[in-house]
């Protein structure tokens, strides 16, 4: 014969502290996951990339321009760097966070470069690496 006790006291009071510690780890889990996005969307534009794989080339005016200033021909989105500079993630909820500009002008001049060239986003194959961070983290804290 095989007798089990439970104690719903003991197990009440693991919840609980459970609870807690879930409430108190997810901002910070998303925020690793947040930032992980960030790093993946400047070192992707960096070296040319986009959501929809190599940016498209400039137009001769404005690769003579950039050559000029001495800032190269790949299409990176980097002329000043401002823009990318503040791409930033805020935490809007304990279970949401989002990846934008800091500021509006660096949100409009996005949305117009992203028009010809779409690079905010996580690409199918880098969501595995977005869940990893969240993971990583979350089950370092916790």
């Known amino acids: 014969m095989i007798s089990f006790t439970f104690n719903i006291r003991k197990f009440v009071k693991f919840k609980s502290k459970r609870d807690r510690d879930m409430r ?3 901002p910070i889990a998303l925020n690793a996951a947040g930032d992980k996005i960030k ?3 400047l070192g992707r534009t960096a070296r040319g990339i986009g959501l929809k ?3 498209p080339r400039y137009s001769k005016g404005y690769e003579v321009f950039k050559r000029k200033n001495g800032k190269g021909s790949t299409p990176n989105l980097k002329f000043t760097g ?3 500079k503040d791409l930033d993630v805020k935490k809007v909820n304990t279970n949401r966070v989002l990846v934008l500009f800091k500021t509006k002008e ?3 001049k996005a949305a117009w470069v992203s028009a ?3 690079f905010m986003g996580v690409k199918p194959d880098e969501k595995k690496l ?3 961070a969240f993971l990583d983290e979350f089950r370092r804290k916790l």
Request: charged content about 30%; proline content about 5%.
């Open 24 to 26: 108190r780890v997810m």
């Open 39 to 41: 790093s993946l969307i």
């Open 53 to 55: 794989g190599k940016f």
């Open 82 to 84: 401002r823009m990318l």
């Open 106 to 108: 660096s949100g409009k």
């Open 116 to 118: 010809k060239r779409p």
């Open 130 to 132: 977005v869940t990893a």
